[in-house]
Each structure stands twice: as structure tokens, then as C-alpha cells.
């Protein structure tokens, strides 16, 4: 039988390529294609086979029909600064990141619009500058999380504390995406919108340093500033730090662990005595207070003058790798989906349906979610 | 007056299970099979892919759909069809849909095939209302000269409900 030719149109192809942040050797090589024969289609020599065009797709994280598009797409993908502690190497995004961004930015998309057409409040997040204080635009934005400053809850766990967190930051009109990103990649990004900031949470590290991921992106929202964020490990600190980057962590140290509960804390874990905490001991018996990682409690300790830089560069590499064992608990589709959307998107979405704003393929495509799932989207207790 | 020939999209195939109890659907998917098998009740190999990821447990859609695969999808669009309906409606398309391939652009391209080929034909479909930049397939169809209608309309010309 002979191959059925795909009429694909070259310049879509170049920019699908182009926009996943791959080379052309890298696409051909993902696709299992000859690099020959890539590079003959790009060139309008010749037109890939069925089995060709699927792996294309496939390898660029699009439809086929994409590339049969008469011409590449006006919107693209969305465009965010990659910052990072120093001891990082500068880097453009990855393909994996651009990809997630890709995905972020298109339920964001739809979250503004099904939120702008059903009259949802605005984001109750306040615009602040990163030239002024950090912590007292922390203050400022635990007054709006309705967080006091000096009582601090005990969660029983980091995951309950990060999950307390997250449905704090999605009250203010934020949506909060859980993403596998992978160890490579950047902790975390944010986006701004006006009707529905995203922020999207790596879940590659453990549940202490995704909090503290989610409050440096919220950080990057109050200072409109959207970001791809890495961080090095902290032996490696060293150079000059980005200063919207250096304010976003001192931001989201000062929001998680305030002064008040830490002095506290301080005197009834560490003795009434201890006026500097000198040791990675110490600060882990803090972080276990806060359910904060050891990099976001030395951060603040040293904030407030009470630790030096010195014992940040103490903190054992892969400070905030998740521990081993224990594998997932056979989740089903809409269990994951709902963890890695959030509440937020799942309420909207749940609401839209009914509203008849969107139709219930809509949601089920958005979602990624079995049909008989989604009136459980959302509705079930946290 | 005769009936037309009708291009199924996978939305009205999800909402069915909505509309109606699972038994009255069973039902309704079984009657469906007469015009079906008369060669008036047709769609792309798109819906079936995109019913497998959306249907869920409960799926009577999804079964009759599979068992009628290969009459429903005999005379599956060509890519040279495909492109030129995005070539008209490009924005049909979302280019950054990830996973199972959208079905829209395809049935388009089967009703246009069908409508050339001097069929009288109807795309049946429940997207119609514009939310994002993605143009809704009831419109796309339109603007294509593809007359369009839901479900509900469809199963009160064939005689299965009433309106």
C-alpha cells in the first residue's frame, strides 16, 4: 500500500518546533524520524507519512491537525523571566517547562474567561513593588490571607500545612497547579491575569519546600512579575542575587514563618538563652514548628539578624528532596486531576457546567477527567 | 421530507448521558443504530478516541460507539479535507490541546467530504457557545455551510424522543 503523504504545512511545523524549546536533531530524534527526512519536510521537499506525523505530534505535544494548520497560530506561548538564587547557571526555559507553561497558560485562559462570564471577584491581591520592604509586604498579604502574625497554627504534617497554605493562596482568587515538572526543572511559575492568577507548584521536592514554592510565586504575583524560578543548592550560594528574586524569598520567609511565632519558638525549642541559632540542628527543630524547609527558616533567621549566611551554606545538599518509599496510593484519574488542579479550578469549572457556561465536553477536555467524574470534581472534602 | 445524513462530534455523544437515565440512553443508542447502519448516522475516528478518554465507567455511548466503529467511521475524512476546513476556520483548532487529538477539525472535514459529494448532511453537535479564542464547532460549521443542530433536535427528527 502506498504511504499516504500528510499536507502539513512547513512554517506551522518550524514554529511548533521552534516553541517546544527543541532543536530540530532533538525533535527528530524524540520522533524517531530521520533527521534527513525532518529537515525535507521543513523544507517543503517532501511530505511525512501518517505514522511520521503522529510521532511529530506527539513528540511536539500537539494535534495532528495542528500541523495542518494554513499558517503557525498568532498566540504563543507565554513568556516568563527564569530567575534563580545565585550558583544557578542562567538558562533559557526547557522544554518540559515550556511545555507546562504552555498548559498553564491555556486553563488559565479559560479559567478568565468562565470566571470573567459567571462575575467571579477580582484577585483580592495587593500590587506592591519589590523596591520596598519584603516583610512588610509579607504582613500586608497575611492580613488578606486572614493569617494572624503572631498565633501561628500547628499542622500535623508538612503536607497538611502545605494543603492549608494552598487553599489560603487559591481564597484570594488564585489558581494553584501541582505540576510534574521532574528534579531538572524549576521549583516552580506564576503567572499573572486579572481575573485568575496562576501560580504552579513543582512537586518534585517535599512538601516543606513546595510551601515554600507556592509563597515565593505569590510573591512574584504581588509584584506582577511572572517567573520561572530555580534555586541551587545552598553550598553553591554564591554572585550576586537577582533582586526580584532575593525579594520573593525573603517575601515568602516572612509570610510563612512571622517574627513574633519564630521568637517564640526560639525560646521554647532552642532554650530562653539562645539569641543566634548557630547549627543546621537548631534550624531543623525550627523548620518542624513551621512545617517550612531548613533553605526558607535560615532565610528568614538571617533576615532578622539572627543566623548568618554562613549557616545557609551548612545546609546538606538535597535539602529538600522528598524522602524515599512509600509510592503512590493508586489514585484514580480524577484524584489526580483534582490534586493537581486545585480546588480552585475545580470549583470554577464544576460551577461553569452547571451554569451552563461551558459545556460538559469543554470541562472533560480541560479537565482531562471521565465524564462520570465531574460532578465528584471539586465536591468532595479536601 | 427526507432525512439527512448525520455527522456525529463527541459532545453530543457526552451530554446523552446528561440528558437522559442510563437505561433510557441505553435506549436511545440502540435505536440510533438504524440510521446508523443506513449509512445516515456517521463520524470520524477522532470521537471514538476522544469517547475512549472522556466517557468514564458508566459509557453506553462508548460501547455502541466502539461496536459500530467500523461502518460509523468507513468514510473517515482525508488529511487534504482536514486541512482545507483550517484553512477556512483555523481557530476550530486548538493548537495547544495536549493528549487525545480534538475531534472538531475531523468532523468538519467528513460533513464537507459528505456535503460535496451532494449529500444532505447535518454535523450534530452541542458546541456553540464561544468561551475562549477557540471558534465553537456549531459556528465553524456555519460559516462552512454545514447546517448544525444538538442531539435533542436530531433524536426528535428521527423519531426517538420528542423535543
Not at chain 1, 483580592?124 to 486572614?146: E, I, N, W
Not at chain 1, 504575583?221 to 525573603?250: F, K, M, N
Amino acid at each position: 500500500m502506498p504511504k499516504i503523504a500528510v499536507p502539513i504545512t512547513p512554517a506551522v511545523l518550524d514554529w511548533a518546533i521552534s516553541d517546544s524549546g527543541f532543536s530540530v536533531e532533538q525533535i527528530a530524534e524524540e520522533a524517531g524520524v530521520q533527521l534527513a527526512d525532518l529537515n525535507d519536510w521543513l523544507g517543503a521537499k517532501s511530505q511525512p507519512g501518517v505514522t511520521e506525523v503522529r510521532a511529530l505530534a506527539h513528540a511536539l505535544r500537539r494535534p495532528v491537525a495542528a500541523l495542518l494548520l494554513p499558517k503557525p497560530p498568532d498566540s504563543h506561548s507565554p513568556t516568563v523571566g527564569f530567575r534563580h538564587t545565585p550558583g544557578v547557571a542562567g538558562r533559557s526555559l526547557s522544554p518540559k517547562e515550556r511545555r507546562y507553561l504552555r498548559k498553564a497558560a491555556r486553563l488559565q485562559a479559560m479559567l478568565a474567561a468562565i470566571g470573567t462570564e459567571m462575575g467571579e471577584a477580582r484577585p483580592r491581591l495587593p500590587r506592591l513593588d519589590t523596591s520596598g520592604d519584603a516583610g512588610a509586604a509579607a504582613a500586608q498579604v497575611r492580613q488578606a490571607l486572614a493569617v494572624p502574625n503572631g498565633a501561628h497554627p500547628q499542622w500535623v504534617s508538612a503536607s497538611a500545612a502545605f494543603d492549608a497554605w494552598r487553599e489560603s493562596v487559591e481564597s484570594l482568587g488564585v489558581a494553584v497547579f501541582l505540576f510534574q515538572l521532574g528534579p531538572e526543572s524549576c521549583r516552580g511559575f506564576s503567572l499573572w491575569n486579572d481575573t485568575v492568577p496562576v501560580i504552579a507548584v513543582n512537586t518534585a521536592w517535599n512538601d516543606e519546600a513546595r510551601t515554600f514554592t507556592l509563597l515565593h510565586e505569590l510573591g512574584h504575583l504581588v509584584a506582577r512579575t511572572d517567573s520561572a524560578c530555580a534555586a541551587g543548592e545552598p553550598a553553591e550560594l554564591s554572585g550576586a542575587w537577582d533582586p526580584v528574586e532575593r525579594w520573593c524569598e525573603v517575601f515568602a520567609a516572612a509570610l510563612l514563618i512571622p517574627e513574633e511565632a519564630l521568637r517564640v519558638a526560639i525560646a521554647d525549642r532552642l532554650g530562653p538563652g539562645v539569641r543566634r541559632v548557630v547549627d543546621v540542628a537548631q534550624v531543623r527543630r525550627l523548620a518542624t514548628r513551621f512545617r517550612s524547609s531548613l533553605r526558607a527558616t535560615t532565610i528568614r533567621l538571617i533576615e532578622l539578624g539572627l543566623a548568618s549566611w554562613e549557616l545557609y551554606r551548612q545546609l546538606p545538599a538535597a535539602t529538600d528532596a522528598k524522602s524515599a518509599g512509600g509510592g503512590g496510593k493508586g489514585r484514580d484519574r480524577q484524584e489526580v486531576q483534582e490534586d493537581s488542579l486545585g480546588a480552585r479550578t475545580a470549583d470554577l469549572f464544576r460551577r461553569a457546567v452547571e451554569a451552563d457556561v461551558v459545556t460538559r465536553s469543554e470541562a472533560l477536555t480541560y479537565l482531562d477527567v471521565p465524564d462520570s467524574a465531574l460532578d465528584l470534581f471539586g465536591a468532595r472534602p479536601a | 421530507m427526507a432525512l439527512p445524513t448525520w455527522v456525529f462530534d463527541t459532545s453530543s455523544l457526552i451530554i446523552g448521558r446528561s440528558l437522559f437515565s442510563r437505561d433510557e440512553y441505553s435506549a436511545i443508542m440502540t435505536r440510533l443504530t438504524k440510521p446508523l447502519v443506513e449509512g445516515r448516522l456517521v463520524f470520524p475516528r477522532e470521537v471514538v478516541a476522544e469517547l475512549e478518554r472522556y466517557a468514564g465507567a458508566d459509557k453506553p455511548a462508548l460501547d455502541w460507539a466502539r461496536l459500530h466503529q467500523g461502518v460509523a467511521t468507513a468514510s473517515q475524512p482525508s488529511f487534504t479535507s482536514v486541512r482545507d476546513v483550517l484553512a477556512q476556520v483555523p481557530e476550530v483548532l486548538d493548537p495547544d490541546k495536549e493528549g487525545v487529538e480534538e475531534a472538531d477539525s475531523y468532523v468538519l472535514a467528513m460533513a464537507l467530504e459528505l456535503l460535496i459529494a451532494g449529500i444532505d448532511v447535518r454535523v450534530v453537535t452541542e458546541e456553540f457557545k464561544t468561551t475562549t479564542k477557540k471558534m465553537p464547532l456549531g459556528s465553524a460549521a456555519g460559516f462552512l455551510r454545514i447546517p448544525s443542530v444538538s442531539l435533542k433536535t436530531m433524536l426528535k427528527f428521527e423519531g426517538i424522543t420528542s423535543f
